[in-house]
């Protein structure tokens, strides 16, 4: 049995290939793929329908709920995101443990049947911070692989396909869009950027444990956690290829029937709809340059072990851009070296970390109010002012008789 999770990271491509997936999962699971269905219920779920499994799985109260829910305890519930989809709202009020007892039964129901799962949430890519262990322990208690990633003789297990984007700071840009665009605020208390592509960069790369812009180390996290197998997309390779990522994924990865690098029997456009963009001019083409350099010798760090130490678990599809000349040249950077350099890159006396940088609802309705209030009591202020001085300046009115003849 095989097991695919697509993870992330954010904005390489993932809703995209949610959406070409849950659209046509009658397809794939008549070529033995299942995309599951929400739980406590029957048919697929939506693109979206598992935002909120990650959360459901490792919170200590109820999987999510709305934005004031508390549990029997009364703690406040993750809030659910996405609360209006069908598929969230079967989250709404369920335990961790009605969660996990849902997919266990799920995933045991398609081994028995003989089916593969298939199934994304970029949460999943939550496993470089504090969150990863709790993560791979929800996955194994869920999984029917006797509390593993895999079966122990290799031959079943959790498998993971991440993307590379190519120029690769193109990801970094499209990641600063989602978060400063949009409404002044959002709900659940969820905050977006405010101010220029380079003081997001400073304050992003602050940030140490971001694994991100790191799609090879979020890769590399699942193998030493226990996954069968990794496949990585060079996005650039395979638009140089004309192939559409969601095509790449299906093909190279799932296996479904394919023909000139496009799935057989689902017709039509490949659309993709997620797409950002915002003003980054503020760094210069020469910084970009640097950026890029930085991310690839990021790359190049993870060259050995997947190229060689793990060549055998290991599959990267369309690469062309990916490793460029066998990173022969390059001085090879970990994560938190390369995070260091970005951050020294960007930030300068001008631009420096700034954690108030961002506005939420909470902010948004205090400041709001304080306006408000204060606003209101000036004009009264103003207004009552106006009306003394009008008094004081207009003379006593004289009476005036209208005589007329009779």
């Not at 969601?246 to 490949?270: H, L, S, T, Y």
Request: hydrophobic share 35%; glycine share 10%; proline share 5%.
């Amino acid at each position: 049995m095989r097991i695919l999770l697509l993870p992330g990271p954010s904005k390489t491509g993932t809703t995209h290939v949610q959406r070409f997936i849950a659209s046509n999962a009658e397809f794939f699971s008549q070529h033995g793929w299942l995309w599951p269905p929400c739980p406590f219920s029957t048919g697929h779920a939506s693109a979206g329908g598992f935002a909120n499994l990650m959360n459901a799985l490792v919170a200590k109260d109820s999987g999510c709920g709305k934005k004031k829910d508390k549990d029997k305890d009364g703690k406040k519930k993750r809030e659910c995101i996405s609360p209006k989809d069908p598929c969230t709202k079967k989250y709404l009020g369920a335990s961790p443990d009605e969660i996990r007892d849902f997919y266990k039964k799920m995933f045991a129901e398609a081994q028995k049947n003989g089916l593969n799962v298939v199934f994304s949430a970029e949460h999943f890519s939550g496993v470089g911070g504090e969150l990863g262990p709790a993560i791979f322990s929800a996955l194994r208690s869920v999984l029917p692989f006797n509390g593993g990633l895999a079966s122990r003789d290799g031959a079943s297990g959790l498998e993971v396909a991440t993307v590379v984007r190519d120029p690769r700071e193109a990801q970094l840009r499209s990641i600063y869009a989602q978060s400063s665009q949009g409404p002044p605020v959002t709900l659940g208390g969820r905050s977006r950027f405010v101010g220029p592509f380079r003081g997001w960069l400073c304050n992003y790369f602050s940030q140490k444990s971001r694994i991100t812009p790191n799609p090879l180390g979020l890769a590399a996290a699942y193998i030493e956690a226990g996954a069968s197998a990794v496949a990585v997309v060079d996005a650039g390779g395979a638009e140089e290829d004309g192939v559409d990522l969601a095509d790449a994924i299906a093909c190279g990865v799932m296996g479904v029937p394919c023909k000139d690098g496009k799935v057989i029997g689902i017709e039509g456009e490949r659309r993709r709809d997620n797409v950002r963009a915002a003003e980054t001019s503020d760094v210069g083409e020469e910084e970009n340059r640097q950026l890029r350099e930085i991310l690839e010798a990021l790359d190049c760090s993870y060259y050995d072990y997947f190229i060689n130490k793990h060549a055998n678990i290991t599959k990267i599809l369309h690469r062309r851009n990916l490793f460029r000349e066998k990173c022969r040249g390059t001085d090879p950077l970990i994560q938190v070296k390369a995070y260091a350099k970005i951050k020294d890159l960007v930030c300068d006396s001008n631009v420096s970390p700034q954690p108030n940088t961002t506005v939420s609802i909470g902010g948004i309705w205090l400041t709001a109010t304080v306006y408000l209030v204060v606003g209101n009591a000036l004009g009264l202020l103003i207004f009552m002012r106006v009306l003394t001085l009008k008094k004081r300046q207009v003379p006593r009115a004289t009476r005036q008789y209208n005589i007329s003849s009779t």
